[in-house]
T-cell receptor, first 115, second 110 residues
Framework: NAGVMQNPRHLVRRRGQEARLRCSPM?????VYWYRQLPEEGLKFMVY????????ESGMPKERFSAEFPKEGPSILRIQQVVRGDSAAYFC?????????????FGPGTRLTVL | GENVEQHPSTLSVQEGDSAVIKCTYS??????FPWYKQELGKGPQLIID?????GEKKDQRIAVTLNKTAKHFSLHITETQPEDSAVYFC?????????FGKGTMLLVSP
């Protein structure tokens, strides 16, 4: 049973470019969460999605960041016009369709570097 | 919102010793407390969790205790081994989202 998959594992972007991070949840899971980890910090919640719905985006910056989880395909975290402060590790987690929703399994992360 | 404090930030022990990591939380509505282990360059791995209707849970060399009245919970690792070296995160949750502590870097020396 494959775990949570994320790609790319490493992404380098120049300031002003767009970054797209992809996440495929564990087989059978339909809830996806995105977290950001800055160096020497814990993980910070960004957004919680179900298929075709954003459930909670209270941790998402108001500008430049967006997320989606379409009916088909992976969840996408999109960062427009990246700045150096966006450099971080971005982790995706998934949970079973009927809960418990806080029992979450994490992917290997995407490490974004903004030059 | 929820706030989770974790101590210590670093912990060095000799192989075979025990290690204890402590966390406190602020939101009395939180009822789920997982612990994650993160190795360098990898994602967090769920190693043990506890829900608020249980005071203690054990899985081989690791155990977690919860004191809801005091709003704190702890991770205990006995007979530590070098492969236990990693960063450990505690978290607290009510329904869905997890609020994490800042992590403890555990170093187990042979």
């Amino acid at each position: 049973n494959a775990g949570v998959m994320q790609n790319p594992r490493h992404l380098v972007r120049r300031r002003g470019q767009e970054a797209r991070l992809r996440c495929s949840p564990m087989k059978g899971h339909s809830h996806v969460y995105w977290y950001r980890q800055l160096p020497e910090e814990g993980l910070k919640f960004m957004v919680y999605l179900q298929k075709e719905n954003i459930i909670d985006e209270s941790g998402m910056p108001k500008e430049r960041f967006s997320a989606e989880f379409p009916k088909e395909g992976p969840s996408i975290l999109r960062i427009q016009q990246v700045v150096r402060g966006d450099s971080a590790a971005y982790f995706c987690a998934s949970s079973p369709p009927k809960g418990p929703y806080n029992e979450q399994f994490f992917g290997p992360g995407t490490r974004l570097t903004v030059l | 919102g929820e706030n989770v404090e974790q101590h210590p930030s670093t912990l060095s022990v000799q192989e075979g010793d025990s290690a204890v990591i402590k966390c406190t939380y602020s939101d009395s509505a939180s009822n789920y407390f997982p612990w994650y282990k993160q190795e360098l360059g990898k994602g967090p791995q769920l190693i043990i969790d506890i829900r608020s209707n249980v005071g203690e849970k054990k899985d081989q060399r690791i155990a977690v205790t919860l004191n809801k009245t005091a709003k704190h919970f702890s991770l205990h690792i006995t007979e530590t081994q070098p492969e236990d070296s990693a960063v450990y995160f505690c978290a607290a949750s009510g329904y869905s989202t997890l609020t994490f502590g800042k992590g403890t870097m555990l170093l187990v020396s042979p």
